[in-house]
């Protein structure tokens, strides 16, 4: 077993995997109103913790983990899941347990007898194969499929390379699983209160603080239009007449999601945006 670690912390304690040094592993955060009913801790790896905790009429195991991912070779995944079946045996069957953590596997949304219920996430991998076999095998249920959730709480984690997880639209995930002929409901929604300014020369400035600048194209594409309609001697006459139209928003990568980016130089290149500003949260050799 690998050395497991206690720290404190303003009422709280700090159980981890990661040896002495705390430099790698995985962990439990406990309140101190728990921790005199901690039996014990063992540490079977970096990536697999088990904590037994003292209860009422029985004791509740936790194990935290955090799996390989699907580059990793069959002997080091049969390592991890065999650390798991070491952990699992250390607890008695009629005691309570919780397995947490990461399993770097997507188990999809088709429900899998009393395993796995319709509320997962992605297509499902070599690794959420692997994971809902170990739990057939083992009578544990993939607890967080069993529970409707937006897509954005289901994923947490980075795959290899930087790529990111995957993010499926409101729609766009559903879409892609239709098969031809299907009937896609579709409704139109009137928002009376957003809009631009019935005062043409009012300065307007657009944020989309992690909620996203689509919804703000309408305003810059209909400042576009107005400014064509309107029959001036000069561009910088047209120019004049509007108040300065601005956008601030964030996203994670200049390269992955900053889908507006073009259409953005394109409408401040007219004069149509007076200014936009992007604040990226991973951009590479950038700081948030």
Known sequence: MERSRKDNIRWHEIINSGGTESEKGVGIIV?????KAIKGYWALSDRVLLVKIAGKP???N??????LTANSNDEDLD?????????????KSQDPLIIMGDFNAKVDTEKVDDIVEKHGLGIRNELGEKLIKWCETNNIIVGNTWFQQPPRRKWTWKSPGGAGPIHEGVCS????????GTTVPCMVRAAPTFH?????????IMVGPGTGIAPFRSFWQQRSIDMEMLSTPSEEDKTTVFGPLTMYFGCRSSTQDNIYS????????????TQFHVALSRE????K
């Open 31 to 35: 309140e101190q109103t728990v921790t």
């Open 58 to 60: 029985v004791d509740l």
């Open 62 to 67: 936790i194990i935290q983990v955090y799996a």
């Open 79 to 91: 390592k991890f899941y065999n650390e798991l079946d070491t952990a699992k045996t250390q607890c």
């Open 173 to 180: 995930g559903w879409l892609n699983k239709c098969p031809p």
């Open 196 to 204: 631009l300014p019935e005062d043409r020369e009012l300065p307007v």
């Open 262 to 273: 073009d259409e953005l130089q394109e409408y401040h290149k007219k004069s149509v945006l």
């Open 284 to 287: 590479p050799n950038m700081p």
